[in-house]
């Protein structure tokens, strides 16, 4: 067991990161090792479910090593162990809750990344959605990255190194690992080998998940996102009314929705009653009412986070939805050409043998481009229920 065990088909970002890895340990130890493989700051780049949280949390589990010098990563000792599961003390996550990371926030993570590590050998902060960072907070990040401490290690996920993703200025100060999408076999066998899933289930998952490695997990082991890609699967050629167009239209929010719900559901119930017994909840004596009313201002701005959370999971949920959607249209392209690449879905091929018979070439191009524009319009704040019903509509008509 290894802490690259984590990253799914990756190469030769794990032998660049080992060896990063090395020189770090040589460093704590005094040495001095080659120049460029250590750096203090690194942007990991890639495709949705490429796997850049899951590189960046293994490199940072090697980096906190304190097995082996000579191969650090062992993925047993106290230093991988806390690390993966997210408790080391001296490795903050910054993963945004909400559609963005604030300024204050990243000023609250400039400040504890300048402290040197407690009780690990670095300092390692993995910054998730990169992309999602405020100019305010890109801004107060860059102040850090440009005069690093001695033992700080930045690691920043973006899905490319493009100015609309990370800045220049930022881009500039960071080594960058570019990650691709991984193979269905390298899916298929980590799905094996760390989630114990069956090699029928596991090439199943593999094969519809698009080269998304979270994705295919949950299809392999939760019978609901199996049923929600169903669902929204029928959807092309369920659309024989008009009436169809607000039926699916309101299934596709209602799914959204419901994943959302239970996503959050149990995290926004441990939080609230988190929150309520460090204000005093349920206490007597002096100070109790003063404690009460404190306790609904912060309730409010505890309500206020989960919402934006909730927000966030929907459209991320929803988003999914459309790839799937997106999928089944260039499958029902690809069997129109007679072109010889791999469908999407290859359990639905019927289901795109019978569209590519219905509808011409024009007809299933002009789909495929309303559901990429309805992802757009969604991601510039369009409300997700006119911009699905805009999409529904053009997917009836053809």
């Known amino acids: 067991m290894s802490v690259w065990d984590e990253v799914v088909g990756q190469p030769d970002a794990v032998a660049t990161l080992s060896a990063a890895a090395e020189a770090a340990a040589a460093i704590v130890a005094g040495g001095t090792p080659a120049p460029g493989v250590m750096t203090h700051a690194w942007l990991f780049t890639g495709p949705p479910g490429s796997g850049r949280s899951s590189t960046a949390r293994a490199f940072a589990g090697a980096l906190e090593c304190v097995v082996n010098d000579d191969r650090p990563g062992c993925g047993e000792c106290t230093g991988c162990r806390t690390t993966l599961h997210g408790t080391h003390a001296d490795v903050r996550v910054v993963a945004p809750e909400g559609l963005s990371i604030s300024v204050a926030e990243m000023r609250s ?16 902060v993995i910054i998730e959605d990169a992309d999602r960072l405020t100019e305010g907070a890109a801004n107060a990040l860059l102040k850090a990255v440009e005069e690093p401490p001695e033992r700080t290690v930045f690691l920043l996920c973006a899905p490319s190194d493009h100015p609309d993703d990370v ?8 080594r960058l690992v570019s990650l691709g999408s991984p193979r269905p076999a390298a899916i298929a066998s980590a799905l094996e080998a760390v989630d114990g899933v069956s090699p029928e289930m596991a090439q199943w998952a593999a094969s519809v998940c698009g080269g998304h490695v979270g994705r295919a997990r949950r299809l392999a082991a939760d019978e609901q996102s199996r ?15 008009p009436g169809d167009v607000f039926t699916c239209a309101d299934e596709l929010i209602k799914a959204a929705e419901e994943d959302a719900s239970t996503a959050n559901e149990t995290r926004d119930e441990a939080e609230r009653e988190a929150l309520e017994t460090a204000m005093g909840a349920g206490g007597t004596g002096k100070g109790t009412a003063a404690a009460t009313r404190g306790a609904k201002g912060a309730l409010k701005d505890l309500e206020k986070r989960q919402k934006s959370r909730a927000t966030r ?32 879905h290859p359990d639905r091929a019927g289901d795109s043998r019978t569209a590519a018979a219905q509808w011409s070439s024009e007809s299933i191009l002009r789909r495929l481009e309303a559901v990429l524009a309805c992802r757009e319009a969604i991601e510039v704040n369009v409300k997700p229920r006119i911009a699905v019903e805009a999409m529904v509509t053009t997917l009836h008509r053809g």
């Open 109 to 124: 993570l400039v400040q504890i990344s300048a402290r040197r590590p407690t009780s690990g050998r670095w300092q390692v």
């Open 167 to 174: 800045s220049v200025t930022i881009r500039s100060r960071c």
């Open 227 to 241: 049923a929600r890609r169903e669902a929204v699967l029928r959807i092309p050629l369920a659309l024989r009314r």
């Open 313 to 344: 999971t929907q459209r991320d949920s929803l988003d999914m939805a459309l790839v799937d959607l997106a999928g089944f249209y260039r499958d029902a392209l690809v069997v129109k050409t007679g072109s010889e690449a791999a469908l999407m």
